[in-house]
């Protein structure tokens, strides 16, 4: 099975600029993470999606964020405008029910200039 | 407060001595627990969880966890490892129907 699909793989781009990452869950999987992974703040997750609606966006950072899910196979995650701060890697994570575990995608690194 | 603390975040074992990855949460109920490994450039991927049941949890790669509510702990093992063991391993509670809290992580370095 495939896993969870993240592209681009890396972005690298000007401050101030639209910055899109997407993201393809597991097929089944009906729940939707979006995380941030930098060195100094750990792992944070930033929005969840349960059913392909946002059930808890309170990591989002500030407005220049934003997160759909128009259907059940992908998601994206929109900065706009982008700056330095934003430079981070980030994952997109997909569960099937309940408990269980969740499987991340490879992440998409960005740097933001 | 919920948390979970991996108090190493580096440690180095030679290639084929044991291994022991210390986890210790705090957390008022029954906790699920995870534990997570990431080599470079790559994402999170699941060794093994503890839901219920057994403590003595099976993981892939090798690797084993012991769940010990007295101690709040789920430590990781694994006897021999390998040079392709090296990454940074996270352990993990699920706090709520959706939310994990994270560990800080450990950096497993392997020396030859």
């Known amino acids: 099975d495939a896993g969870v699909i993240q592209s681009p793989r890396h972005e690298v781009t000007e401050m101030g600029q639209e910055v899109t990452l997407r993201c393809k869950p597991i097929s089944g999987h009906n729940s939707l993470f979006w995380y941030r992974q930098t060195m100094m703040r750990g792992l944070e997750l930033l929005i969840y999606f349960n059913n392909n609606v946002p059930i808890d966006d309170s990591g989002m950072p500030e407005d220049r964020f934003s997160a759909k899910m128009p259907n059940a196979s992908f998601s994206t995650l929109k900065i706009q405008p982008s700056e330095p701060r934003d430079s981070a890697v980030y994952f997109c994570a997909s569960r099937a029910t309940g408990n269980q575990p969740q499987h991340f995608g490879d992440g998409t690194r960005l740097s933001i200039l | 407060a919920q948390s979970v603390t991996q108090p190493d975040i580096h440690i180095t074992v030679s290639e084929g001595a044991s291994l022991e990855l210390r986890c210790n949460y705090s957390y008022g109920a029954t906790p699920y627990l995870f534990w997570y490994v990431q080599s470079p450039g790559q994402g999170l991927q699941l060794l093994l969880k503890?839901?219920?049941?057994d403590t003595l949890v099976q993981g892939i790669k090798g690797f084993e966890a012991e769940f010990k509510r007295s101690q709040s702990s789920f430590n990781l093992r694994k006897p021999s490892v390998h040079w392709s063991d090296a990454a940074e391993y996270f352990c993990a509670v699920g706090a709520s129907n959706y939310q994990l809290i994270w560990g800080a992580g450990t950096k497993l370095i392997i020396k030859p």
């Open positions: 503890y839901f219920s049941g």
